[in-house]
């Protein structure tokens, strides 16, 4: 519906996370791991039917759509990839406790 606010599902690959079979390319790994979330979600009755899901794969985008006030759940592998510093993601947190926004991560292990 209009005006009602989206899932993220954040993807965020390191480059240590491309493997010899990725030949360099981050492609592999961010399907993998939006997979992953994806499948996750599918499987959480309550977010899955929170409404719309968008998938962002560049920081800046999610940024701008919380500044947008859009979202209103993350779902991210780990609360780590939500900056590239503690204090970055301490302060990104501080700042999605402020308007409300649920964050969700999942354990691989746990989402198989």
């Given at each position: ?15 240590d ?26 499987r ?31 779902l ?13 993601v ?23």
């Open positions: 519906m209009k005006g009602e606010k989206i899932t993220a599902v954040y993807v965020m690959v390191r480059e996370e491309i493997g010899p079979e990725d030949h360099g390319s981050y492609d592999g790994p961010v399907q993998r791991q939006k997979d992953l979330l994806l499948g996750f979600l599918e959480q009755g309550e977010w899955h039917a929170a409404g719309e899901v968008e998938v962002y794969s560049r920081r800046r985008h999610l940024l701008q759509d919380l500044e947008r006030n859009r979202i209103g759940r993350i991210v592998l780990d609360l780590d990839r939500l900056g590239s510093s503690r204090e970055e301490d302060a990104l947190l501080f700042e999605l406790d402020i308007l409300g926004v649920q964050v969700m991560t999942v354990n691989p292990r746990d989402s198989a």
